[in-house]
């Protein structure tokens, strides 16, 4: 593989022709059974899956190499070469940065937070991901055991617990725009944020802060000891005088 440059590929425009059909599909009027379908596009939906699902398995093949890559002790020259080699590529891009992350022992945490983007653009990057190379059974990885997006969001939420740059701001938006599925699995790891983290909660709490009705919620499926187990944990960082901890502190109801 070092013999290589690039061994993970990925064709140019991939993600683009997975946007258009995705686009047709939402344009597309459902057909019942008394519709009438126009000639030569009976089978246009079908034709769009296949290759939705082909799409889904050239992307899973690429996280795969790149994970191969990751677990080779000579693979990081050839891992950073295929990571330029895919840079335009929007889903592949940050989990090439993650995947270069965890090759090089989660020391350099800066060029993974930055492939991620914030606002809403950001979070409909993370659920392409997920709809794209979930779309297709994957085997697999020892880097991906659950697939790239779920292990993108493990990893960033880490960096959330260890108060790194701008890791807060960019979970809690992923959260916001999370699929219900994907939301339950992030409200899992907010709760331990909640319950484990509270020096981290109140020092990011102005962006935490836009996020209270989903925490409210998350507080409210918390066993009552694991509530008062957080509560308490916020009572030993706040000070009376702290006007973010008083805010706060009402998530969580009278003292």
């Known amino acids: 593989m070092a013999a290589d440059a690039a061994p993970c590929a990925l064709r140019k425009g991939i993600y683009e022709s997975w946007l ?14 008394d519709s009438l379908v126009a000639p030569g596009t009976a089978n246009r939906g079908v034709s769009d ?26 693979g990081g020259e050839a891992l950073e070469s295929s ?19 965890l090759k090089r022992g989660r020391t350099e945490s800066k060029d993974f937070l930055d ?53 807060a701001a960019k979970y809690f938006n992923m959260w916001s725009a999370a699929s219900p599925a994907v939301e339950k699995y992030m409200s899992s790891q907010v709760q331990v ?7 981290v909660v109140v020092k990011q ?25 957080s509560r308490q944990g916020f009572d030993g960082f706040c000070t009376p005088d702290n006007l973010d901890c008083q805010e706060l502190l009402k998530l969580f109801g009278k003292s």
């Open 20 to 33: 258009g059909m995705s686009k047709r599909a939402s344009q597309r009027p459902a057909v019942t059974q």
């Open 49 to 74: 899956a296949s290759n939705s699902t082909d799409i889904g398995r050239e992307y899973n093949a690429f996280f795969q190499c790149l994970s191969d890559l990751a677990d080779n002790q000579q």
């Open 83 to 101: 990571c330029q080699a895919a840079g335009a590529d929007p889903i592949a891009w940050p989990v090439c940065r993650m995947a270069v992350y």
């Open 115 to 167: 492939a991620l983007l914030l606002g809403k653009k950001g979070a409909q990057l993370v659920w392409d991901l997920e709809g794209i190379a979930g779309s297709t059974p994957a085997p697999s990885s020892k880097m991906f055991p659950k697939g790239a997006g779920y292990k993108l969001l493990d990893e960033l939420f880490l960096l959330v617990l260890d108060d790194k740059d701008t890791a």
């Open 193 to 199: 944020l909640l319950r484990e983290s509270p020096a």
């Open 205 to 229: 709490w102005p962006v935490v802060r836009n996020y209270r009705t989903q925490l409210k919620k998350v507080l409210t499926a918390m066993p009552a000891p694991e509530v008062k187990k």
